[in-house]
């Protein structure tokens, strides 16, 4: 695909560490939590270089939300780290009652989300989160396509004041938007233009509905 470049394939979840690995060193308010899962979610650099504003809360994900909405009191800006499934069924009431009602400004960021955790069953796996989240008053809730997307969101919403669910994923995918874009929350990006149909996807399946783009085009539509 001429227009659209896979760069290198790379999991998303790296891109959401470097992001936060970025925020630390550029914000002293920013404070990282996870769920005894710092190396899935690549937040080990986080972890290493700033131990202080790290918080390894075991497997307590209710725990980890609570703790991250009382951050946010201080004027902290907490990244909360666990699977998509134990960010959110887990830890809805938590979330909806601590985070979402009052507002809290807690980023909760979901790995191995969809069905890309194939091979730990169906207990890993959830594909019925951004719903859940969507569904919650003051909630944001972002789901980047590549690498390049989720280091630019995960720096973008330490920004933004208010909760936000940040998803991705562990598989690697074509990274294919620009390293140097500038994520604008709330914004839909037009990839192609054309007059027959509309495509509309998100996240992984972003990449695919450029290959089914591509497909139509070649039988002239």
């Given at each position: 695909?001429?227009?659209?470049?896979?760069?290198?394939?790379?999991?998303?979840?790296?891109?959401?560490?470097?992001?936060?690995?970025?925020?630390?060193?550029?914000?002293?308010?920013?404070?990282?939590?996870?769920?005894?899962?710092?190396?899935?979610?690549?937040?080990?650099?986080?972890?290493?270089?700033?131990?202080?504003?790290?918080?390894?809360?075991?497997?307590?994900?209710?725990?980890?939300?609570?703790?991250?909405?009382?951050?946010?009191?201080?004027?902290?800006?907490?990244?909360?780290?666990?699977?998509?499934?134990?960010?959110?069924?887990?830890?809805?009431?938590?979330?909806?009652?601590?985070?979402?009602?009052?507002?809290?400004?807690?980023?909760?960021?979901?790995?191995?989300?969809?069905l890309t955790l194939g091979e730990d069953g169906a207990t890993h796996q959830i594909l019925?989160?951004?719903?859940?989240?969507?569904?919650?008053?003051?909630?944001?809730?972002?789901?980047?396509?590549?690498?390049?997307?989720?280091?630019?969101?995960?720096?973008?919403?330490?920004?933004?004041?208010?909760?936000?669910?940040?998803?991705?994923?562990?598989?690697?995918?074509?990274?294919?938007?620009?390293?140097?874009?500038?994520?604008?929350?709330?914004?839909?990006?037009?990839?192609?233009?054309?007059?027959?149909?509309?495509?509309?996807?998100?996240?992984?399946?972003?990449?695919?509905?450029?290959?089914?783009?591509?497909?139509?085009?070649?039988?002239?539509?």
């Open positions: 695909m001429a227009k659209h470049e896979n760069t290198g394939s790379k999991d998303t979840r790296s891109g959401f560490g470097e992001g936060l690995h970025e925020l630390g060193k550029e914000n002293e308010n920013v404070v990282a939590l996870c769920a005894d899962l710092t190396g899935s979610l690549k937040m080990n650099a986080f972890a290493n270089d700033f131990p202080e504003r790290f918080v390894q809360v075991g497997i307590a994900e209710a725990n980890m939300m609570g703790i991250a909405a009382g951050l946010t009191i201080g004027g902290k800006i907490p990244f909360t780290g666990t699977f998509a499934n134990f960010s959110t069924g887990r830890v809805y009431d938590q979330i909806r009652q601590s985070i979402a009602y009052s507002g809290k400004n807690v980023k909760i960021c979901a790995s191995h989300a969809g019925e989160d951004i719903g859940l989240m969507k569904m919650l008053p003051h909630m944001v809730v972002i789901n980047p396509c590549d690498f390049n997307q989720t280091k630019a969101a995960t720096k973008a919403i330490a920004a933004y004041d208010g909760p936000v669910y940040l998803r991705f994923g562990r598989p690697k995918v074509p990274n294919f938007t620009p390293a140097d874009q500038n994520f604008e929350i709330g914004k839909a990006v037009l990839l192609e233009s054309g007059k027959d149909v509309t495509i509309i996807a998100t996240g992984h399946l972003v990449w695919k509905a450029l290959e089914a783009s591509e497909l139509l085009a070649e039988k002239g539509h």
